[in-house]
């Protein structure tokens, strides 16, 4: 039992180390934000689901993003939100170099 504790500790420690090396990166935040915002984390699991099994396999994907936002949280607080905030301003930069190019504008 108290191997099992220490090994937690341990773990939760290296865990929180991972996560605060990549939101020390720009391209890390970025990155968080796209895994938060590719599992759905904050939509209902449920929606558009004419199936119940697309709803569970919704719900799985919401967990693996609750485990991510839990990694970010433990790390520095409110980061995953700043994350996807991030991540959407990156999102519209790329949209718009994408819009640019197509009316030929060049690249940027």
């Known amino acids: 039992m108290v191997f099992d504790e220490a090994f937690r500790e341990e773990r939760l420690k290296g865990e929180t180390k991972l996560a605060s090396a990549l939101l020390d990166l720009p391209e890390g935040r ?3 934000g796209l895994l938060l915002e590719e ?3 904050l939509r209902n ?3 558009d689901s004419p199936t119940p099994e697309e ?3 919704r719900e799985g994907e919401r ?3 609750q485990r991510v936002f839990e990694f970010l949280w433990r790390a ?3 980061a995953p939100l700043a994350c ?3 991540y959407g301003a990156w999102l519209a930069e790329v949209k718009e170099r ?3 190019n197509a009316n030929g504008g060049g690249c940027a």
């Open 30 to 32: 970025i990155f968080c």
């Open 39 to 41: 599992t759905g984390f």
């Open 45 to 47: 699991s449920a929606r």
């Open 55 to 57: 709803t569970y396999f």
């Open 63 to 65: 967990n693996a993003g």
């Open 76 to 78: 520095a607080g409110s």
């Open 84 to 86: 996807m905030a991030e």
């Open 98 to 100: 994408a819009e640019r």
